[in-house]
């Protein structure tokens, strides 16, 4: 007896999605960074660009659905189905006295652990050991039992056997069925209704534990009995039928079996269909058919039949808004897929994948016959009423081949029209029209039709030409988002935290002493003016430039820092600020240079927790965004400070500053000397071997220094034995797992060491937008 039942709402999701995969990473797009990177911000210059571009035909398709069938990207509400099903298999219960049957022939072997669960009866109404979490397969059972010819004792004991397929972690069931004389009367009816009714329950329970080909033959069997018997119609027959052809279609995907030619596989299918023209599961079985031909290995066909499918059912053009869970996976296939549907020979039959997969296409000549291939069919395929995608593909086919500007005039009072916007700034970016292209920016951002991920992505692109050009600082001297005509003010608080991140990578990277001056000067807004000096004060306090960390800090107003409006957006972004401006008097108590004691130790032990912590390393050696790469000729060793008041200068980084693990232990040895700073030193030591418990900490802590195994057992000893036990650590472990040696110290001993320096896979804010926005 199978562990879990299936449910019918969940059933039809999984089937299909079964029928429409693979879904490939790649295809689904992936993070935004393609590769590990220390850097906070590595996302920056990796969001999708509404630019033509190769594998990029999932978002132009995302965006396109947003704008005409934004209901096809929403979860589906199941809440008003569930209510009914709950209510139907309430009322059959009641109906059919199923609890009292229940706790007459299950109750003794209920599990120890679920007795209580058990008995307040909650099990009738809770799934609680199948994880989809409601009853939707039972209740259809329940109704099918209903229609049937049975009498009520069998239903009942049916009803009973089929809830426990459901909840059968609550009970001991094998014991059950041993020794229930109940059961085994039912068992000995050898034909007739029961027994096939009996049957489908135990192939139900072949098919949840992955026994696909015993569950096909069974439900196979159930069906022609059914037929043999002259019921040629009713729930089970026909359900049985169906679930034959789904056990099939799982089994070939699973791998258990050689899969069946198509064509034999479809001969199930067709049967179904003639036979059951009118079955609920019609649209599903149509779905394997065209699921089959990917098992099968035929890519194209599928593709082909799923494009078809899409276009038949006008699941994109029609303006009907009702939508169910099926029409959702068809698309969410259609996503998955779409961006190797874009560069195959394929013939579209609707007008929004014929442009997705268009805008994806690369200006490279060498794919100009691929391009030429999706503009000859522009006449040919449906788009509804909406004549503004037949013209827009016109428009980009115009200039991709032929060079002819775009215009987006046309698309005014269109879901197209922010999109036309953005393609024509993306060309006059490209054409190095750079006034035009940022008021046209700035207009896209102020008309609020277009996600941040896509403004962000544009102002991306800005970045890009601009470092192409060799002209970072007029980023940000000229093509600064203006506030002037924002109606919201959210809205230009969110793109101003988006810039914060741009700020800080031409910050870190691009400017020289002169133009970071420049920008500094010509930047008014407190959190921008932060995001400019942020990298130079991190570098300052890696290399212990106390007093150049320390009058950079003084030269930003943390107050008004911390009043920008746009913090109120990102609550993230607002507590790194108030770190910064936290560490203030600590880095001037470090720039006096005349504190040896207490008061160093703690500024020291502050200014390495925090660098430690916050994932912050010298500049160099983070692993840069392919874009800064690209642009980048290479990273100098220098950063911009301050050498005295109003005296900018540009300062040299040493190859090896040290490390949080270095500054810990001087300030150790400070508190050392220290009367009644057993809770510094005990706090220092907690930190010092965490440092080594996960790969992160020893990135950013230990900073590829060569700290022997032995010196963190040290230092837990010391812990342990020296201090209340209240500051104990309460376990050890050394977590360098990559790399072990011999240590050779300065007196010639060899000890063991074991050592792993990842080189970073923090993405930072990779699962949503930066500190913590919503992109979409």
């Not at 022609?224 to 995907?253: D, S």
């Not at 990298?535 to 950079?552: F, K, R, S, V």
């Amino acid at each position: 007896m199978g562990r879990f039942a299936w449910q019918f709402s969940l059933l039809l999701s999984v089937m299909l999605i079964a029928s429409l995969l693979p879904r490939e990473l790649e295809a689904g797009g992936g993070p935004p960074c393609q590769q590990p990177i220390a850097s906070r911000y590595c996302s920056s210059t990796q969001l999708n660009m509404l630019v033509p571009q190769k594998g990029r035909a999932k978002v132009f398709l995302e965006q396109l659905i947003r704008g005409y069938r934004p209901e096809l990207l929403e979860s589906i509400d199941g809440s008003d189905d569930e209510l009914e099903i709950s209510k139907g298999i309430r009322d059959f219960h009641k109906t059919y006295r199923i609890e009292e049957l229940t706790s007459k022939e299950l109750g003794a072997f209920v599990r120890k652990e679920n007795e209580e669960f058990f008995a307040k009866g909650d099990y009738l109404t809770q799934a609680y050991c199948y994880s989809g979490g409601n009853f939707s397969n039972l209740h259809s059972y329940y109704m099918g039992l209903k229609s049937s010819d049975l009498g009520q004792d069998e239903i009942r004991h049916l009803a009973m056997m089929r809830l426990a397929l459901v909840q059968d972690c609550l009970f001991n069931l094998d014991d059950y069925l041993k020794t229930s004389q109940t059961f085994q009367g039912h068992v000995r009816k050898e034909q007739g209704l029961y027994k096939n009714w009996s049957q489908y329950i135990e192939a139900a329970a072949f098919y949840h534990d992955g026994f696909f080909p015993e569950a096909a033959e069974l439900f196979a069997m159930i069906a022609l009995e059914e037929k043999n018997e002259g019921r040629e119609t009713g729930w089970l027959i026909e359900t049985a039928r169906y679930m034959e052809v789904l056990a099939l279609f799982h089994n070939g995907r699973e791998g258990q079996e050689k899969v069946f030619l198509p064509a034999i596989f479809n001969s199930f299918t067709e049967a179904f269909l003639t036979d059951f023209p009118q079955s609920e599961y019609r649209r599903h079985v149509e779905d394997m058919e065209i699921g089959i031909w990917l098992h099968y290995g035929d890519r194209d066909r599928y593709y082909t039949k799923l494009l078809d499918e899409i276009a038949g059912k006008q699941l994109l053009t029609s303006d009907d808004d009702q939508t169910d869970q099926l029409d959702h996976l068809a698309i969410n296939a259609l996503r998955s897929n779409i961006d190797e549907i874009a560069i195959r020979p394929l013939k579209h039959r609707n007008g929004i994948t014929l442009l997705a997969s268009l805008l994806s296409k690369s200006q490279d000549a060498s794919k100009s016959e691929e391009l030429e291939g999706l503009c000859s069919q522009i006449e040919m395929v449906t788009s509804g009423e909406y004549d503004e995608i037949e013209t827009y593909s016109e428009m980009v086919c115009d200039y991709l081949l032929k060079g002819k500007e775009p215009s987006s005039n046309a698309y005014k009072n269109t879901p197209l029209y922010s999109h036309a916007q953005a393609f024509v700034a993306v060309v006059n970016l490209e054409g190095g029209k750079f006034e035009s292209a940022g008021m046209q920016i700035n207009d896209i951002a102020v008309g609020n039709a277009t996600s941040l991920e896509d403004l962000f992505a544009l102002r991306s692109k800005q970045l890009e030409v601009r470092l192409k050009d060799k002209t970072p600082l007029a980023f940000i001297l000229e093509d600064a988002i203006q506030n002037d005509n924002f109606n919201d003010d959210g809205q230009f608080s969110e793109l101003t935290i988006l810039d914060t991140v741009l700020y800080e990578q031409i910050s870190r990277y691009f400017l020289s002493t002169n133009d970071f001056i420049s920008a500094l000067s010509g930047t008014d807004n407190p959190l921008l003016k932060f995001a400019l000096i942020r990298p130079h004060l991190d570098e300052a306090m890696i290399q212990e430039d106390w007093q150049g960390a320390a009058l950079l800090s003084k030269r930003l107003d943390w107050e008004a820092v911390l009043k920008a409006g746009a913090l109120d957006k990102s609550s993230k972004l607002r507590d790194e600020v108030q770190l910064y401006a936290d560490l203030e008097q600590d880095l001037e108590t470090l720039s006096l240079g005349q504190y040896r004691g207490r008061e160093r130790a703690k500024a020291l032990s502050d200014v390495a927790y925090f660098l430690y912590k916050n994932h912050i390393a010298p500049r160099c050696s983070y692993a840069r965004s392919k874009l800064i790469n690209r642009y980048l000729e290479n990273c100098q060793p220098v950063y911009v400070h301050l050498a005295g008041e109003g005296v900018w200068a540009e300062n040299k980084t040493t190859d090896q500053p040290r490390s949080p693990i270095e500054m810990f232990t001087e300030a150790l040895d400070l508190y050392g000397k220290e009367k009644e700073t057993i809770a510094e030193q005990a706090r220092l030591l907690r930190i010092m071997i965490f440092c080594a418990k996960g790969a992160k900490n020893v990135s950013y802590c230990l900073r590829w220094k060569n700290i022997p195994k032995k010196q963190f057992q040290n230092w837990f000893e010391t812990l342990a034995v020296k201090y209340p036990k209240s500051e104990r650590v309460k376990y050890w472990y050394y977590d360098l797992p990559f790399y072990s040696g011999v240590y050779t110290n300065s007196d010639g001993e060899k000890l063991d060491q074991e050592y792993w320096y990842e080189e970073d896979a923090y993405l930072g804010y990779l699962d949503g937008g930066p500190y913590g926005l919503s992109t979409h």
